[in-house]
């Protein structure tokens, strides 16, 4: 396991000293970088930035976390002695510049490596959704055989696979770059070299070597922020590409609702809610509504379904919200959890005795036996508490990643705790027929309750 990781702030190109303090979906750039890395795994981060970078880097990141988890240098010596030699544990080091989504840290620091080799994240140009506004920027072209970086070069050009500048070195490498770099200090009398340069001098060094080992990702795992118009590019790429509620979503919920919530989020984060403010919010709106439905009226009951989507939406918002700013908690994911199943089961309360309400039926009442026989079993059987395991498989040297598919027990649980059916009672509102519908689903969820303790697959649910 990766226990150090550096981050190199590259110098030049006309940026001022706090580029990388720029927000991407409401978090610094830098700081964003620095969670997904503990998020990893990673035990520390140091970053290494020019003098004049230092201080405001340094004011910042004392607010960010202890100084024995996240350091700055300013030179090559402190980084050596920030990351003393570990002979077990390689070292990730990436610039700043390059900017992955969060499973990617946690898929490179889990790479296996042979003693004396790199690791270096390679992009494969055909699959970039964009390229880098304005002036081209250089990239160092790399040329791969049988997952080995061949060759690299100084280039303009974007069309063929680029290395990334994120390298994962083995123990041994790690010394190998150690000493190169007092060599090269020595050598210049001075300490003052491009951290870039450095990186991709020692690269060429061990791809002479063949010892450079190709990780290759496509353009929507990682992009570069060179200049600040890519800023904003780069928190909607980061929206999109943010992974759903862990307790699984429905169909609509991933389609139209996150369509909706994507759009929304970015104007969100400029506000300061936390994930369990939303999911509050979420709650008291939705009792709202049950209180609304338990009226029995025509009107209260189509008042009540626009504010189950406003619910569907803030149950959305408040997931991506955490994911985002890395605040996602215990606390948090089981008041989502427990809030999410007590008010679905009010709201089918709600329309049952509010359909008792306006008819005087008293089999409006009864149904609320069979519905809470039915919450309860299914509840036991899915057990949503135990969460689809998300975490990414290792991955292979110069081949993408591919997620696992979903079995049937993983879909009936999403299914099962979605909010999908808040759509089906918007539109039985609006035709008024919530009576027949909290019948057919009273009856309906029993059954499916039966047939998940009962049926062919009652235990492995």
């Given at each position: 396991?990766?226990?150090?990781?550096?981050?190199?702030?590259?110098?030049?190109?006309?940026?001022?000293?706090?580029?990388?303090?720029?927000?991407?979906?409401?978090?610094?750039?830098?700081?964003?970088?620095?969670?997904?890395?503990?998020?990893?795994?990673?035990?520390?981060?140091?970053?290494?930035?020019?003098?004049?970078?230092?201080?405001?880097?340094?004011?910042?990141?004392?607010?960010?976390?202890?100084?024995?988890?996240?350091?700055?240098?300013?030179?090559?010596?402190?980084?050596?002695?920030?990351?003393?030699?570990?002979?077990?544990?390689?070292?990730?080091?990436?610039?700043?510049?390059?900017?992955?989504?969060?499973?990617?840290?946690?898929?490179?620091?889990?790479?296996?490596?042979?003693?004396?080799?790199?690791?270096?994240?390679?992009?494969?140009?055909?699959?970039?959704?964009?390229?880098?506004?304005?002036?081209?920027?250089?990239?160092?072209?790399?040329?791969?055989?049988?997952?080995?970086?061949?060759?690299?070069?100084?280039?303009?050009?974007?069309?063929?696979?680029?290395?990334?500048?994120?390298?994962?070195?083995?123990?041994?490498?790690?010394?190998?770059?150690?000493?190169?770099?007092?060599?090269?200090?020595?050598?210049?009398?001075?300490?003052?070299?491009?951290?870039?340069?450095?990186?991709?001098?020692?690269?060429?060094?061990?791809?002479?070597?063949?010892?450079?080992?190709?990780?290759?990702?496509?353009?929507?795992?990682?992009?570069?922020?060179?200049?600040?118009?890519?800023?904003?590019?780069?928190?909607?790429?980061?929206?999109?590409?943010?992974?759903?509620?862990?307790?699984?979503?429905?169909?609509?919920?991933?389609?139209?609702?996150?369509?909706?919530?994507?759009?929304?989020?970015?104007?969100?984060?400029?506000?300061?809610?936390?994930?369990?403010?939303?999911?509050?919010?979420?709650?008291?709106?939705?009792?709202?509504?049950?209180?609304?439905?338990?009226?029995?009226?025509?009107?209260?009951?189509?008042?009540?379904?626009?504010?189950?989507?406003?619910?569907?939406?803030?149950?959305?918002?408040?997931?991506?919200?955490?994911?985002?700013?890395?605040?996602?908690?215990?606390?948090?994911?089981?008041?989502?959890?427990?809030?999410?199943?007590?008010?679905?089961?009010?709201?089918?309360?709600?329309?049952?005795?509010?359909?008792?309400?306006?008819?005087?039926?008293?089999?409006?009442?009864?149904?609320?036996?069979?519905?809470?026989?039915?919450?309860?079993?299914?509840?036991?059987?899915?057990?949503?508490?135990?969460?689809?395991?998300?975490?990414?498989?290792?991955?292979?040297?110069?081949?993408p990643l591919k997620a696992p598919a979903s079995g049937l027990k993983d879909k009936l649980r999403s299914e099962a705790t979605s909010r999908d059916f808040f759509y089906l009672i918007w539109l039985c509102a609006l035709l008024?027929?919530?009576?027949?519908?909290?019948?057919?689903?009273?009856?309906?969820?029993?059954?499916?309750?039966?047939?998940?303790?009962?049926?062919?697959?009652?235990?492995?649910?």
């Open positions: 396991m990766v226990k150090h990781a550096v981050i190199l702030i590259p110098e030049g190109r006309g940026r001022p000293p706090d580029f990388f303090l720029a927000p991407v979906a409401g978090l610094p750039l830098l700081y964003r970088q620095i969670y997904s890395l503990w998020r990893a795994g990673v035990a520390k981060v140091t970053v290494l930035a020019c003098p004049a970078a230092g201080p405001g880097l340094l004011k910042g990141l004392a607010r960010l976390a202890p100084r024995d988890t996240v350091a700055v240098a300013s030179d090559w010596e402190t980084i050596w002695q920030e990351t003393p030699q570990d002979e077990d544990s390689p070292r990730l080091m990436l610039l700043a510049e390059v900017f992955p989504l969060p499973r990617v840290f946690k898929e490179f620091v889990r790479l296996p490596l042979a003693p004396h080799t790199v690791a270096l994240a390679i992009i494969q140009p055909a699959a970039a959704p964009r390229l880098p506004e304005g002036p081209v920027q250089p990239v160092y072209q790399a040329s791969v055989e049988d997952s080995v970086v061949r060759s690299l070069t100084l280039s303009l050009s974007w069309e063929k696979p680029w290395a990334a500048g994120l390298a994962l070195f083995s123990p041994e490498a790690w010394q190998g770059f150690q000493d190169w770099e007092k060599a090269d200090r020595q050598r210049r009398g001075t300490s003052l070299a491009s951290p870039e340069n450095l990186l991709f001098g020692f690269l060429f060094q061990k791809v002479a070597e063949e010892k450079v080992i190709a990780v290759c990702h496509s353009g929507t795992e990682i992009m570069l922020i060179r200049q600040e118009r890519d800023f904003t590019p780069a928190g909607a790429w980061l929206v999109a590409a943010t992974e759903g509620s862990p307790w699984g979503e429905g169909f609509l919920e991933k389609t139209a609702n996150r369509y909706l919530a994507h759009k929304i989020l970015p104007h969100l984060l400029t506000f300061p809610l936390t994930p369990n403010q939303i999911t509050g919010l979420d709650l008291l709106v939705g009792l709202g509504a049950v209180a609304l439905f338990s009226q029995g009226t025509y009107w209260a009951n189509v008042t009540a379904a626009w504010l189950l989507l406003l619910v569907m939406l803030l149950d959305t918002l408040d997931g991506l919200v955490a994911r985002l700013t890395f605040r996602e908690s215990p606390l948090g994911a089981k008041l989502d959890l427990y809030g999410d199943t007590v008010l679905n089961f009010l709201v089918f309360a709600g329309i049952a005795l509010g359909q008792y309400r306006s008819s005087g039926h008293h089999i409006f009442l009864w149904t609320l036996i069979p519905l809470t026989l039915g919450y309860w079993g299914c509840w036991k059987a899915l057990n949503p508490l135990r969460a689809v395991d998300a975490e990414p498989r290792p991955l292979r040297p110069a081949v008024d027929l919530l009576s027949a519908l909290i019948v057919a689903v009273a009856l309906g969820v029993l059954f499916f309750a039966l047939l998940l303790h009962l049926g062919p697959g009652k235990g492995r649910v």
